[in-house]
């Protein structure tokens, strides 16, 4: 597990630092993967994870030792990172923090390199920091293997959101559940945005009492999936598309057409390392990123609906 291979990212050569150090121990079915093979993947998925990435702060989530060792949750970029990494400085309380930013293949090999096992995004830009231009809902089911539930739950919810003519998207989580993302038009601040979505999600469970909740607390939920809004807040961030998450076999959190959704296969760890490239090959949110609507006028229609 020592040496350096050197990669080309884009303009740039890269030395991939200890390449073949594992980093996804083969575990039952779970296939082994190396730092190597983390850099060939981020590298092959670039052209389709990079629009989802660009001008936006990031929280990297390190595993220096692999997913069986001590995890870094990384926000201030260290001095030692290159010069060419971008960098923004947002304002936090207390004071502020500067967070990397992705805008191309070479910082992202770079991140893989760092063990970056998966970026999570802000919902919003740094040159708009406080005005987010995606609105995500977590559906997070009672338990790891309730999928059916989440499909569920993801379709009265796209049905919610048609209704109040706003556009959906699902993602695989990687982890248990789905996110949702709808897109912002980037006029409302994180109060607005978090507070729209908490009216949604409490008009839906309310709607179905004994399927959905949205209590914060576990204890208060019983079997019931949870619609989760917390992560629309400002400096908060939610995985970013095709992020590699941090279990065994490398599952990847995946942008899926809501035809996929009807496979009776999928789950949220249905793609990992080994074709998660392909399926973003699919394009599967073609058009999204152009649709951002206003909430103003759906939250009218939804105060409508909620008399």
Not at 50 to 67: A, S, V, W
Not at 198 to 213: I, M, N, R, S, W
Not at 239 to 261: H, K, N, T
Request: charged share 25%; glycine share 8%.
């Amino acid at each position: 597990m020592t040496g350096t291979r050197t990669v080309r990212a884009g303009r740039r050569s890269l030395d991939i630092h200890r390449p073949d150090k594992v980093l996804f121990p083969a575990a039952g079915n779970a296939k082994e993967y190396t730092k190597g093979d983390l850099v060939a993947y981020y590298r092959a998925v670039a052209p389709a994870m990079l629009p989802h990435l660009r001008g936006r702060p990031l929280m990297l989530e390190r595993h220096p030792d692999g997913i069986d060792g001590p995890r870094f949750m990384q926000k201030n970029v260290p001095e030692h990172y290159p010069d060419w990494i971008k960098r923004v400085e947002v304002s936090k309380e207390g004071g502020t923090v500067t967070h990397l930013v992705c805008d191309d293949t070479a910082t992202l090999v770079y991140l893989a390199d760092q063990a970056c096992l998966a970026p999570h995004r802000w919902l919003s830009r740094a040159d708009r920091p406080h005005r987010p231009d995606r609105l995500v809902f977590d559906l997070d089911p009672p338990t790891g293997d309730d999928f059916p539930a989440v499909r569920q739950a993801a379709l009265l919810l796209r049905e919610l959101l048609d209704e109040l003519r706003l556009p959906s998207a699902p993602m695989t989580t990687g982890s248990r559940g789905l996110h949702l993302v709808v897109p912002l038009d980037g006029q409302q601040d994180f109060d607005a945005v978090r507070a729209f979505a908490k009216d949604v999600a409490d008009h839906l469970a309310e709607a179905h009492p004994g399927q959905l909740t949205t209590a914060a607390r576990k204890k208060d939920r019983g079997q019931r999936l949870y619609l989760d809004v917390q992560r629309n807040g400002y400096a908060q961030t939610a995985v970013a598309p095709y992020a590699v998450r941090a279990e065994p076999g490398a599952p990847v959190a995946v942008p899926i057409s809501w035809d996929q959704l009807d496979d009776p296969g999928l789950d949220a760890r249905r793609w990992t390392m080994a074709d998660a490239v392909e399926q973003a090959g699919t394009n599967p949110w073609a058009g999204l990123a152009s649709r951002g609507r206003s909430l103003t006028p759906a939250g009218r229609r939804l105060a409508d609906l909620r008399g």
